[in-house]
């Protein structure tokens, strides 16, 4: 009897799909984004910074499931670019802490159409996307767990 190779199947993947459509949809930012002079990951980063205008580069990492590998170029990218500045923590100088700047906060301005432009790429319900939103991160909690 030979073995059963369906669970090899790329359509029987869950992963396959999920990193597909993530590729697909920063995909659909890239015009939004260089009309801007952004890559999605800076995007991303200054979308935490919005929401928090001090942040360790630790706690930003953790919050954008991204490695200090990844994190320090752009970092030094956005900081070059005068939308945030990075400087040691004045109680802890192991930490370092990344601060937006008001030139960073004005992008903020530039940055509102994006995601309705972003949004009007997707045809799904309002239904549909917050039942995806909340499965997503459904699946990112317990991934993280492990």
Known sequence: MSPDYSPLRLDNQLCF????????IIRQYRPALDKLNLTYTQYITMMVLWEQTRISVKDLGARLYLDSGTLTP???????????????SKADERVLMVELTDQGRALQD????????????????PEEAATLYHLLYKLLSQLEAK
């Open 17 to 24: 799909p999920l990193y597909a459509a993530s590729r697909e």
């Open 74 to 88: 752009l970092l030094k990218n956005l900081e070059a670019k005068g939308y945030l500045r990075r400087e040691r």
């Open 110 to 125: 530039a940055c509102l159409p994006v995601p309705q432009y972003v949004g009007s790429c997707v045809a799904l319900t």
